[in-house]
């Protein structure tokens, strides 16, 4: 069955940094393209970023361009989210997501808060 399983959440003051990680299984991870999304309290799920599986190009939302990098490791089966310049508004729960036969499947989510 696939899973997903997220870490390096954490508390961080404005204008640090953290790297999330997402463990995957259940699935052949190279073939598809893995997303992270982040919710905050009271507001809905939102897209952050995507690495596709051919060619490893990426998208990013745009609040967080420039400032938050997603990579893959294909051997590790493993998603990355390396984060920079975190501001307040990055504050949120993030949530590993991979679209399989179809279907959605997320991790259990990290929070992340970033605060002084």
């Known amino acids: 069955q696939v899973q997903l399983v997220e870490s390096g959440g954490g508390l961080v003051q404005p204008g640090g940094a953290l790297r999330l990680s997402c463990a995957a299984s259940g699935f052949t991870f190279s073939m598809y393209h893995m997303r992270w999304y982040r919710q905050a309290p009271g507001k809905d799920r939102d897209l952050v970023a995507v690495?596709?599986?051919?060619?490893?190009?990426?998208n990013y939302a745009d609040s967080v361009k420039g400032r938050f990098t997603i990579s893959r490791d294909n051997a590790k089966n493993t998603v990355y989210l390396q984060m920079n310049s975190l501001k307040p508004e990055d504050t949120a729960v993030y949530f590993c997501?991979?679209?399989?036969?179809?279907?959605?499947?997320w991790g259990q989510g990290t929070q992340v808060t970033v605060s002084s």
């Open positions: 690495i596709f599986s051919t060619g490893g190009s990426t």
């Open positions: 997501n991979v679209n399989y036969g179809f279907k959605d499947y």
